[in-house]
């Protein structure tokens, strides 16, 4: 059974200032990452760290992020677990962590989020090392470890698409 580290509010905090330093300013408004931890706070939300080693081998993980321009991006928490609701129903298995796509000071918060809200850990790691500015620039391609499926959603999850596969998925 895994260790599972509890994060308190500071950290949380500290951890939207780490992302956004180590993002070198991608990876979203820092502000937004606040926010996501006041609500999480708010709703009394626990937020559980797991190291990478302790995740199965035969783990499925989900990677998380939102995507569009940082100056006009929103963020809805209700959508985002919707989101990946669909992509546990197209699975057929439910997550058994989440892991942040990438480092920034929101993206890192947003799979926190669903991470807290979907009651399943969140990896210490991320898909990348920094943030980057398209989906397949990921870490786990050079392992052959396939992009697809993946579920992309619009902001409230009005339209959600299911991406069975991709060319570097093949």
Not at 6 to 33: I, N, T, Y
Not at 37 to 61: I, T
Not at 87 to 106: C, D, M, N, T
């Amino acid at each position: 059974c895994a260790q599972l580290k509890k994060l308190s509010r500071q950290d949380l905090m500290d951890l939207v200032d780490g992302a956004a330093v180590f993002s070198a300013g991608g990876g979203g408004d820092p502000e937004m990452g606040y926010e996501i931890v006041d609500r999480l706070v708010e709703d009394g939300r626990v937020v559980n760290l797991v190291d990478p080693d302790e995740v199965p081998d035969d783990a499925l993980v989900v990677n998380f992020a939102c995507v569009g321009a940082t100056t006009s991006v929103g963020y809805d928490s209700g959508a985002a677990v919707k989101t990946v609701q669909t992509l546990e129903q197209y699975v057929r298995q439910k997550f058994y962590a989440a892991i942040p796509v990438e480092l920034g000071g929101f993206n890192t918060l947003a799979a926190v989020d669903v991470a807290a809200r979907r009651g399943i850990p969140v990896v210490d790691a991320d898909g990348a090392g920094r943030a980057v500015p398209e989906v397949h620039l990921k870490v786990y391609t050079i392992d052959n470890i396939p992009l697809a499926p993946m579920v992309v959603a619009d902001l409230h999850a009005q339209n959600v698409v299911i991406v069975k596969e991709t060319q570097d998925s093949k």
